[in-house]
């Protein structure tokens, strides 16, 4: 059994920034692919970033440019930092893993969320 807990939400104003981390925790395992997504209210979850165990990145088109994903296997902790933040960035972000544990068997994971609220 892995865990993911993410940190690091809270307000920001337009144009400030925020920094997430998930940290991983669990006996016998490896972490593989990595994302973070977010919902906001009334809408489905969406992704925000991925990076694979190789360090490939990917965005969404609506923060390309502003947030910038990185890890470190060596912690098992992957980060989201959100620069240039919009109002239309107000979610409850989650982090997602994809884990091969002992088997070996592989699971996805999701942490519990934290919420970003842009707001002046």
């Known amino acids: 059994q892995v865990q993911l807990v993410e940190s690091g939400g809270g307000l920001a104003q337009p144009g400030g920034s925020l920094r997430l981390s998930c940290a991983a925790s669990?006996?016998?395992?490896?972490?593989?692919?990595m994302g973070w997504y977010r919902q906001a209210p009334g809408k489905q979850r969406e992704l925000v970033a991925t990076i694979t165990s190789s360090g490939s990145t990917r965005y969404a088109g609506s923060v390309q440019g502003r947030f910038t994903i990185s890890r470190d296997d060596a912690k098992n902790t992957m980060n989201l930092e959100m620069n240039n933040l919009r109002p239309e960035d107000t979610a409850v972000y989650y982090c997602?893993?994809?884990?091969?544990?002992?088997?070996?068997?592989?699971?996805?994971?999701w942490g519990q969320g934290t919420q970003v609220t842009v707001s002046s």
């Open positions: 997602h893993a994809d884990v091969q544990e002992a088997g070996p068997r592989f699971y996805q994971y």
């Open positions: 669990g006996s016998n395992f490896r972490v593989y692919n």
